[in-house]
């Protein structure tokens, strides 16, 4: 059999998680609360009432998940740290049992020889900064500087690659506009800020890693989408490339020194008092690399045009979802790629999450056949490879997730694992696109 795309000798192969979603463990060794805590133990916040207590259990069984990254031969994984694991208050006094969890996982990686990819900022803020303000105070950005400065002073000698945040866009609107995630909050003056400093926090972290790791790659992690139009209508189009800019250059834009995106700022007629001289050069710093998020488009239709005027022209082919409802589009990871790279001109790029969700169930066998995931990992892994020969410099793949976790506001009912977990018995089962990806990776190829 032939493969139906190859990929450069270095690029990198890993998956990734993140703390709340996988660890557990949520009270124990002096860890702080977080936000997520607070959030999952309110009821009403998360579907079925589920938690981030136990989750996978990883801070307990972590040297089996490490093998079984060894046995898919991941090249690399992509984790984040718990910020109140390591500062329960989110400032100083360091708890010393945290930063020791994250050196032998990072140790065991190493004698692995796999790659830790680290993410300083996954949504698990510290419950007692929110409770100054969270990151609609700019208080909170000054405060990740000292958890980047704790964390990359341990790290720095065997950690190569930093992310600062996951996502600012989820965590500013997500968590401060629509309410779904924690803190809940819906009040658009926060949302501005809380993006502001999430930000900032960032653009001021970036020198404090370089300076504390001088052979790193540092960058940030975002979840760029491209926003198309439902019709070719002008307001269609107009309402498309206004969705862009709330999504998307709201943080390209800043972190490549052009400021925030000015048809943005006029449509959201909020004051931007938040931002002081000096605020847009610290978020511009330049970057090692850019980490892309990918799962889907959006496509946008203009409310105000009543849709028996507005034909909805953009088709979703074969109406293809994933169990999280989100269209299975596969060309807008090449197109976003090739956008980023065009237009914006990070010196590297990955592919730092891509996956979907499938109700997964196990065989008599105790097998797990997920075939509907493994066509969604080979079809955008092949505009991956499209981008790489566009041009786009683009270092690696990480796919979404190792293991079925935690998927916030969603709890366990969303599996997006490579890996099954049974979530009673704690018991780990490689999917069908596990032993897939695999093959992948050992072939540097995808088979057809
Ligand atoms: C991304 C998050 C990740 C996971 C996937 C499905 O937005 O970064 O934690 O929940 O979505």
Redesign the pocket.
């Known amino acids: 059999m032939g493969n139906i795309a190859s990929f450069p000798s270095d690029f990198t192969w890993g998956a990734?998680?993140?703390s709340y979603?996988i660890e557990g463990a949520w009270d124990e060794d002096g860890k702080g609360e977080s936000i997520w805590d607070r959030f999952s133990h309110t009821p009403g916040n998360v579907k079925n009432g589920d938690t981030g207590d136990v989750a996978c259990d990883h801070y307990h069984l972590w040297r089996q998940d490490v093998t079984l990254m060894k046995e898919l031969g991941l090249q690399a994984y992509r984790f984040s740290i718990a910020w109140p694991r390591l500062l329960p208050e989110g400032r100083r006094p360091v708890n010393d049992d945290g930063i020791a969890f994250y050196e032998r996982l990072v140790d065991r990686l190493l004698e692995n020889e796999i790659e830790p990819y680290v993410t300083l900022y996954?949504?698990d803020l510290p419950q007692a900064l929110q409770d100054d303000g969270g990151w609609a105070a700019r208080a909170t950005a000054e405060a990740f500087v000292e958890y980047a400065d704790v964390v990359s002073r341990v790290l720095g000698d065997r950690v190569k690659y930093w992310a600062t945040l996951?996502?600012p866009f989820?965590s500013a609107v997500i968590g401060h506009l629509w309410g779904v995630h924690a803190p809940g909050h819906e009040d658009m003056g926060e949302t501005i800020a809380a993006a502001h400093h999430l930000l900032l926090g960032h653009g001021w972290a970036v020198p404090v890693i370089r300076r504390n790791v001088p052979k790193g790659q540092v960058g940030i992690?975002l979840?760029p989408s491209p926003q198309h139009p439902a019709s070719p209508s002008y307001a269609d189009r107009a309402a498309a490339w206004q969705a862009d800019g709330f999504l998307n250059r709201w943080y390209l834009d800043p972190l490549t020194a052009r400021g925030y995106p000015a048809d943005v700022v006029q449509k959201l007629d909020q004051p931007m008092d938040v931002v002081h001289a000096g605020d847009m050069e610290a978020i511009a710093a330049p970057l090692d690399f850019l980490g892309v998020?990918y799962?889907t488009r959006g496509v946008v239709r203009d409310e105000k045009v009543p849709a028996e005027e507005n034909e909805l022209q953009t088709l979703f082919p074969g109406d293809e979802k994933t169990e999280?409802d989100w269209e299975v589009y596969p060309e807008g990871l090449y197109e976003i790629l090739c956008r980023i790279h065009f237009d914006y001109d990070f010196p590297a790029l990955y592919v730092t999450?891509n996956?979907a969700?499938y109700p997964d169930e196990i065989n008599p066998d105790g097998t797990v056949d997920d075939p509907q995931r493994l066509s969604y990992f080979k079809r955008h892994l092949v505009q991956t490879a499209r981008a790489i020969q566009a041009g786009v410099p683009l270092h690696g793949y990480f796919a979404?997730?190792l293991l079925d976790?935690f998927?916030?506001a969603e709890g366990y009912s969303?599996r997006?694992g490579l890996i099954y977990v049974d979530f009673e018995t704690q018991q780990r089962i490689p999917k069908a696109s596990a032993r897939w990806y695999s093959r992948v990776i050992e072939s540097n190829a995808v088979p057809e």
């Open positions: 990734a998680t993140s979603q996954h949504w996951n996502e989820v992690v979840n998020n799962y999280m999450e996956g969700a979404w997730s976790n998927e916030w969303k997006f």
